[in-house]
T-cell receptor, first 114, second 113 residues
Framework: DADVTQTPRNRITKTGKRIMLECSQT?????MYWYRQDPGLGLRLIYY???????NKGEISDGYSVSRQAQAKFSLSLESAIPNQTALYFC?????????????FGEGSRLTVL | QQQVKQSPQSLIVQKGGISIINCAYE??????FPWYQQFPGKGPALLIA?????SEKKEGRFTISFNKSAKQFSLHIMDSQPGDSATYFC????????????FGTGTRLQVTL
């Protein structure tokens, strides 16, 4: 089983719908991240959390919200999806005990907003 | 504004050749420079990383060359193999920001037979 699991893997929705992408991890890491990948733009940080009570905005947080339900769970919500939120979304974790912590990514959630 | 500029966007190399991907940055507060490799349908995974106190790091066929004065770093893949075909991302971490990375735009590498 994957250490970082994202659900759903693929989702097609309509403009204005609320969408939640979920991430769970078994690595025991405190730090969790949501990134968005777009062709030609690379990976951009949406939100990150260093523990259950810590939530921080990344470089492109507008239109998104997150919830850290437990150490192992970090969900990303789009309250009212719009077509330019069509992208590949990645959850990642890192080890808080390492200064230069490696990011461990899930396999991604492909979201299409019509 | 892209803080880490990566080139080329795509690259085709013959088997056995050398693949070179370049990145440049402006922020002198960056203190850690990893490269991530991503295969189709998978998430990125750490390939190799360097800190700015060294000019080169080699792991097998993969080498990072770092030029602090020019604020540039590059990934060299020696003896490129078809299995190296993937998208490669350079990244940089600002000092004091834990593992919060700024990524380049990615390079799609295709190694042909």
């Amino acid at each position: 089983d994957a250490d970082v699991t994202q659900t759903p893997r693929n989702r097609i929705t309509k403009t204005g719908k609320r969408i939640m992408l979920e991430c769970s991890q078994t690595k025991g890491h405190d730090r969790m991240y949501w990134y968005r990948q777009d062709p030609g733009l690379g990976l951009r940080l949406i939100y990150y959390s260093f523990d259950v009570k810590d939530i921080n905005k990344g470089e492109i947080s507008d239109g998104y919200s997150v919830s850290r339900q437990a150490q192992a769970k970090f969900s990303l919500s789009l309250e009212s999806a719009i077509p330019n939120q069509t992208a590949l979304y990645f959850c990642a974790t890192s080890d808080q005990t390492r200064e230069f912590g490696e990011l461990f990514f899930g396999e991604g959630s492909r979201l299409t907003v019509l | 504004q892209q803080q880490v500029k990566q080139s080329p966007q795509s690259l085709i190399v013959q088997k056995g050749g050398i693949s070179i991907i370049n990145c440049a940055y402006e922020n002198t507060a960056f203190d850690y420079f990893p490269w991530y490799q991503q295969f189709p349908g998978k998430g990125p995974a750490l390939l190799i990383a360097i800190r700015p106190d060294v000019s080169e790091k080699k792991e097998g066929r993969f080498t990072i060359s770092f030029n602090k004065s020019a604020k540039q770093f590059s990934l060299h893949i020696m003896d490129s193999q078809p299995g190296d075909s993937a998208t490669y991302f350079c990244a940089a971490r600002q000092r004091g920001t834990a593992s919060k990375l700024t990524f380049g735009t990615g390079t799609r590498l295709q190694v042909t037979l």
